[in-house]
């Protein structure tokens, strides 16, 4: 059975959806950034948002940088055929087609694996280039719990309790991790065949 990544299915898959199509651009000075989100949403203004789903198989990519350190898995954590990647480097890619020329969005089905406990980022760039400057930085969270019962000081303050990982099969939307557009990235692709390329800049997952 074929696992989503919402834009891939390779844990990958594209959404593209009509409702609540356009987010709002906070209105920040930019330092570090090109583009607004905005400008390039204007680009194609007139542009539609195809009502249709696109899976990538995680295990089916064409190309692999010798700095990513990859390994195909037959099982990890309850699921099957999974693909590894650890070392916080390399970069891999997928092709994918698309039937209906539009904007998509993207969601990654994955799970952490064990390195510095922090959050996974990613470069994302389709055809060889980054759709929009918010793609640089893609953050995909841990999940966490209270690792035990809530304490009290002498005073009978409450203290925080200590956290621990909890490792999960998780699908997550591709978002701004900056702040600065408040939904899903969404990113313009004409009608044919495409490359799907992610950049590990940090941490460790399977997906």
Known sequence: MKRRMTTFLMSILFLAGTVGAQGVEKKVIRWSRGSSINEYLAKYKDATYPDKTILIDALSYISASPDAHIEKLAEYKGKQNVLSWTDESGTVTWPFSIEESGFYYMALDY?????????????????????????????????????????????????????????????????????????????????GNHTLSLVLKREALCI
């Open 111 to 191: 799970i952490p694996l064990p390195l510095k406990g922090m959050n996974i980022e990613f470069e994302v760039r389709i055809d060889g280039k980054l759709p929009n400057d918010d793609f640089q930085s893609v953050r995909f969270a841990r999940m966490w719990k209270d690792s035990g019962a809530i304490r009290q000081d002498k005073n009978g303050n409450e203290l925080v309790s200590d956290e621990e990982e909890v490792p999960t099969w998780s699908e997550r939307d591709f978002i701004d991790t900056e702040g600065f557009f408040n939904k899903r990235l969404p990113f313009y692709v004409e009608k």
